[in-house]
């Protein structure tokens, strides 16, 4: 049994949550059946067992290192890249052109989830692949995908994102890596600049390694309209047809708190001017392209960081059944036996909190997922409007998981008391990993702008409009059939209302006032917005469970949910009254306050 | 300048909101005055500019290490535990009878805070050896006073506290290791058992570790009520005058996730049963002797807690005035240059947070330390209500700044961006660092089972109703004399209003109901008493801020306090009505639910 999730809990929400099966009835997907898509989770168990978790403590303790200007990573990551290629995940959800399953994503994501559980930095290496080879599939010429597409999809190469700059990492406009073209027709491109935080950006665990690089023509216009997307791969072949090493010189590796088994790289591309890259679809369109990338990626995160808050709740369920210390309060006789410290109230709430957090993210992420594989499986007329929510969920399923994550892994930590401080348990482990997704694919802060200053406003409201359509249909459904569930159903409406007029305010704030005075609060904003969506994930899985209980299926795992949509309605919603107070408010400090008050 | 901490936040603290002054007009404290005290606090920012602060990196990469069974630590803390030693630091707030200074305990925390900012593992093995010498000065009989106390105050010898074992941590009832008298006089005991997480319990860095062991007399009482204090020393002198060696063998040495300059080992008492150790104090009263230091302790702990945040937010800081990053939301022109990120409004929440929470913190620990010289000043006739109070507010000044500390060096984080999780920059090591703060002298969960469960009942809530007197007075203060803050004395009003209905519903309970049930949401109510003890240091700090303002002697730093005391009631207190939803609710989960609902 693995002790890093549930499959359990996966199959729940994909079945009971979810509809998977009607989702297999959709376009591509109806290759696929529930017995075919379990099989595919049986093997992504077996990978993760068998291929990562097994390397998870040793990946962070054997950091990788910068020899000689080449990245040496654990021995594990070739054999593993291996594994991920012939098992089909590097390319699991893509279409068959290059062999690609058209996996649902509901399920890419359920086996990410479950490689990201059982060793997060393992985890990261096929992902960036698959964002790559996608990308050269959908933007690159017949060339550079049967270049390139093959060796992602199979683990032989890895790809990259290659994005921030020392100057510009949150302020994408500012990039300044150059891109000179060497031929006419504009295919080929002499490439030079600084390239840091690079995911996996150099290792002896590939043959090549193929930067999606971002970078400016010259002569191209300012700001983020002028970037291009750009092809550079370590090597590749001359007029020769002889394979030769590009330009690219790895000149630093990071040394992290956590997320140690993955290298993140500086790179120095074409310090001799001869680093070579080809374009990848239009030139100038280079953010919006890279951005198809970036929203799976970011949704990706979401996971990450939700796989690590269940392993970390998964092994301190385990230590709090186990661990003996102490008697419960009405117990004054010193001669009984110390209890399980799961028998203590304030244990319960620390690991209903990790499960409220961590069952609940997941939830949202399916949800995500179930948008996607609609959206791509076809067969519904409102494919918009899927498309306008999942954009605006993606800020939320990204950061919500990840800040509240963190309070997870603190709680799992705290269950094991100073014991969890030290490097005997993972937990101290999953603290340091999980904390890297408030971070990258854009910090929580940039996501709180990007919910309140473009997506919430975006098409007047119309994505706002139907993610609150969504949620009151929710709500309606219990008020009507589930009386049990009604009393849940009024809080998350009350909640949900109050969010709409935050909403409302800031909007009609917009208008009038500058765009400084409405942001200022957009990080608040978006954990109230994050707080509402988990509400409703967990009415939503409330249902089906309530509905069992009913008919007299409702085994613990129904009941335990309950219990846990019960947590959370208690503990965790009642958050958005004090946010709502804050955003309510008419005192514009933060706007008010300059820098000679931070002192 | 230093950059981990404020001299003149300092100062403020001492001199315009907690009357120093005042303070050296009582006992003992006639003896100094302010130049005098200033000196000390000059002398203490040296001490940690020069032996502490440039080793603090290098103290958390070069680990403590076990070799041979002995402990070794970076060559810095042999020379740095001398400086503590000869600047008189360990001594500094004992009586003159073994060359003590009678400082203050303002002063002394003051230092204690200077310290822990610059270094916080380095600053912890003197304070360790003042505790134990304390305890040797007050149970001692002569002979231990003069053979022990000396070179503990001078920094030869290394004190600890051994309370901790296998199957007992938070449960210090069911602690085993053993005692045996070996001569009539119950003097000398031999001493058995396992101690784990023993603080600076073995290193080489001193001549001697002197440890205070709890141990069980045979055929003492079970429980509590049964324990011993044992003076254990590493070397002692056998009959014929000679050093020898006790039975004290360093069965292991913890790593850790930060704190790592600090040893944590195992110590064996006793496996050749040749251990022994001295009585201290009376028999079967070990824990509540034991207590008077652990009381110290966790405020210490809280200090610490504070010194940390503090020294992320002044890295921070610092950062965000020089790292240039994006533009202001109204600006469209990407052509202009980047600003500071510290004109970004979400940076500057994350800088006021940090400032607020460990601003206030501090103030809240210097009213504590406050309480604790009017104890020993003498000189008022409440000294029984100062005690209660600080005794009601020892569980919140350990927790508050640990809990909300961490969420500092979170920002401090956030603030860096991707920079902050690399080793680049200290904020890492400041988030790994502060974590061991929610553990150590009992666990955020522990504490709040002391506030409830005994702090506040005690006495019929006599300590309660001192507390919240306080608070009124300084509410009804600004009502009347500084009409600007009223508004912010209200909000606190009410705000205290409902922690005292609160307070009154679970204290009605507690009466009625299973302990378990009244305690169940300990933990919350915990936090919820922080948040209004804070808000209320607020105000405090506030008021001579304001009149510095009416009366146009209102420089930056007093405008700097203003804002963060609006910051701190805008967007911190306002976390009191969650908090309070969650309290006044009838829905009894944590304790209903059980073993077999988690999942």
Same mark, same amino acid.
């Given at each position: 049994?693995?002790?890093?999730?549930?499959?359990?809990? &996966?199959?729940?929400?994909?079945?009971?949550?979810?509809?998977?099966?009607?989702?297999?009835?959709?376009?591509?997907?109806?290759?696929?059946?529930?017995?075919?898509?379990?099989?595919?989770?049986?093997?992504?168990?077996?990978?993760?067992?068998?291929?990562?978790?097994?390397?998870?403590?040793?990946?962070?303790?054997?950091?990788?290192?910068?020899?000689?200007?080449?990245?040496?990573?654990?021995? !594990?990551?070739?054999?593993?890249?291996?594994?991920?290629?012939?098992?089909?995940?590097?390319?699991?959800?893509?279409? @068959?052109?290059?062999?690609?399953?058209?996996?649902?994503?509901?399920?890419?994501?359920?086996?990410?989830? $479950?490689?990201?559980?059982?060793?997060?930095?393992?985890?990261?290496?096929? !992902?960036?692949?698959?964002?790559?080879?996608?990308?050269?599939?959908?933007?690159?010429?017949?060339?550079?995908?049967?270049?390139?597409?093959?060796?992602?999809?199979?683990?032989?190469?890895?790809?990259?994102?290659?994005?921030?700059?020392?100057?510009?990492?949150?302020?994408?406009?500012?990039?300044?890596?150059?891109?000179?073209?060497? #031929?006419?027709?504009?295919?080929?491109?002499?490439?030079?600049? /600084? =390239?840091?935080?690079?995911?996996?950006? %150099?290792?002896?665990?590939?043959?090549?390694?193929?930067?999606?690089?971002? +970078?400016?023509?010259?002569?191209?216009?300012?700001?983020?309209?002028?970037?291009?997307?750009?092809?550079?791969?370590?090597?590749?072949?001359?007029?020769?047809?002889?394979?030769?090493?590009?330009?690219?010189?790895?000149?630093?590796?990071?040394?992290?708190?956590?997320?140690?088994?993955?290298?993140?790289?500086?790179?120095?591309?074409?310090?001799?001017?001869?680093?070579?890259?080809?374009?990848?679809?239009?030139?100038?369109?280079?953010?919006?392209?890279?951005? !198809?990338?970036?929203?799976?990626?970011?949704?990706?995160?979401?996971?990450?960081?939700?796989? $690590?808050?269940?392993?970390?709740?998964?092994?301190?369920? #385990?230590?709090?059944?186990?661990?003996?210390?102490?008697?419960? @309060?009405?117990?004054?006789?010193?001669?009984?036996?110390?209890?399980?410290?799961?028998?203590?109230?304030?244990?319960?709430?620390?690991?209903?909190?990790?499960?409220?957090?961590?069952?609940?993210?997941?939830?949202?992420?399916?949800?995500?997922?179930?948008?996607?594989?609609?959206?791509?499986?076809?067969?519904? *007329?409102?494919?918009?409007?899927? !498309?306008?929510?999942?954009?605006?969920?993606? @800020?939320?399923?990204?950061?919500?998981?990840?800040?509240?994550?963190?309070?997870?892994?603190?709680?799992?930590?705290?269950?094991?008391?100073? +014991?969890?401080?030290?490097? %005997?348990?993972?937990?101290? /482990?999953?603290?340091?990993?999980? =904390?890297?997704?408030?971070?990258?694919?854009?910090?929580?802060?940039?996501?709180?702008?990007?919910? &309140?200053?473009? =997506? $919430?406003?975006?098409?007047?409201?119309?994505?706002?409009?139907?993610?609150?359509?969504?949620?009151?249909?929710?709500?309606?459904?219990?008020?009507?059939?589930?009386?049990?569930?009604?009393?849940?159903?009024?809080?998350?409406? %009350?909640?949900?209302?109050?969010?709409? #007029?935050?909403?409302?305010?800031?909007?009609?704030?917009?208008?009038?006032? =500058?765009?400084?005075?409405?942001?200022?609060?957009?990080?608040?904003?978006?954990?109230?917005?994050? &707080?509402?969506?988990?509400?409703?994930?967990?009415?939503?899985?409330?249902?089906?469970?309530?509905?069992?209980?009913?008919?007299?299926?409702?085994?613990?795992?129904?009941?335990?949910?309950?219990?846990?949509?019960?947590?959370?309605? *208690?503990?965790?919603?009642?958050?958005?009254?004090?946010?709502?107070?804050?955003?309510?408010?008419?005192? #514009?400090?933060?706007?008010?306050?300059?820098?000679?008050?931070?002192?």
């Amino acid at each position: 049994m693995a002790e890093y999730y549930s499959r359990r809990n &996966l199959e729940f929400l994909l079945t009971e949550v979810f509809d998977i099966e009607g989702v297999l009835k959709l376009g591509v997907y109806k290759k696929h059946d529930l017995d075919s898509i379990r099989m595919m989770l049986d093997a992504a168990d077996q990978l993760a067992q068998n291929e990562l978790h097994p390397y998870f403590k040793e990946m962070d303790q054997q950091e990788p290192r910068l020899e000689g200007g080449k990245v040496k990573v654990h021995p !594990q990551v070739r054999s593993m890249m291996k594994k991920f290629g012939e098992g089909g995940w590097i390319s699991a959800s893509s279409g @068959p052109a290059f062999g690609g399953m058209d996996l649902p994503i509901m399920i890419s994501s359920a086996a990410n989830y $479950i490689f990201g559980a059982a060793n997060f930095s393992a985890s990261v290496f096929p !992902q960036l692949s698959t964002g790559v080879a996608r990308l050269i599939e959908h933007y690159g010429s017949d060339f550079l995908k049967h270049t390139y597409v093959p060796n992602l999809y199979n683990g032989a190469w890895q790809g990259t994102m290659a994005m921030t700059e020392p100057d510009a990492g949150s302020s994408l406009s500012d990039l300044k890596t150059k891109a000179v073209p060497i #031929n006419e027709e504009n295919e080929i491109f002499r490439i030079k600049g /600084q =390239k840091i935080f690079i995911s996996a950006g %150099d290792h002896d665990g590939v043959g090549n390694v193929i930067h999606l690089v971002l +970078a400016r023509i010259q002569d191209a216009p300012e700001g983020t309209k002028g970037l291009s997307l750009f092809l550079v791969p370590q090597k590749m072949t001359n007029e020769e047809d002889k394979i030769v090493l590009n330009d690219i010189k790895t000149s630093g590796i990071y040394h992290k708190m956590g997320y140690k088994g993955t290298p993140i790289v500086h790179l120095s591309f074409g310090d001799e001017d001869r680093c070579y890259g080809y374009l990848l679809g239009e030139a100038n369109q280079g953010l919006a392209q890279m951005f !198809q990338m970036m929203n799976e990626a970011r949704i990706g995160v979401g996971l990450s960081a939700t796989a $690590i808050a269940s392993a970390a709740y998964y092994t301190s369920l #385990n230590y709090a059944k186990e661990r003996l210390q102490g008697r419960l @309060p009405d117990e004054k006789d010193v001669s009984k036996p110390q209890v399980p410290i799961i028998k203590h109230a304030d244990v319960k709430r620390m690991l209903l909190q990790q499960k409220a957090i961590s069952e609940g993210s997941l939830s949202l992420l399916m949800n995500c997922a179930r948008y996607a594989d609609i959206i791509k499986g076809g067969g519904v *007329e409102s494919k918009e409007i899927y !498309q306008l929510t999942l954009d605006l969920l993606t @800020p939320v399923a990204k950061t919500f998981p990840s800040e509240y994550g963190v309070q997870c892994t603190a709680n799992a930590i705290q269950i094991f008391g100073g +014991a969890g401080y030290c490097k %005997d348990f993972p937990v101290e /482990q999953y603290y340091r990993d999980i =904390k890297i997704h408030t971070l990258h694919e854009g910090t929580t802060g940039i996501h709180g702008l990007d919910l &309140l200053g473009r =997506k $919430i406003i975006m098409g007047g409201g119309i994505a706002f409009r139907a993610f609150t359509e969504e949620v009151t249909k929710t709500i309606k459904k219990v008020k009507l059939e589930i009386l049990e569930l009604n009393k849940y159903g009024e809080r998350l409406g %009350d909640a949900l209302f109050r969010l709409q #007029n935050v909403t409302m305010r800031l909007s009609t704030m917009a208008m009038k006032e =500058k765009k400084e005075v409405f942001m200022a609060d957009a990080t608040l904003y978006l954990e109230l917005f994050g &707080l509402v969506a988990v509400g409703w994930q967990w009415l939503l899985q409330a249902i089906p469970s309530q509905i069992a209980v009913n008919e007299n299926r409702g085994d613990e795992f129904y009941e335990s949910k309950l219990y846990t949509m019960r947590y959370y309605f *208690e503990y965790e919603l009642p958050k958005t009254e004090s946010i709502i107070t804050r955003l309510n408010s008419s005192d #514009n400090l933060l706007v008010e306050v300059q820098d000679e008050h931070l002192i």
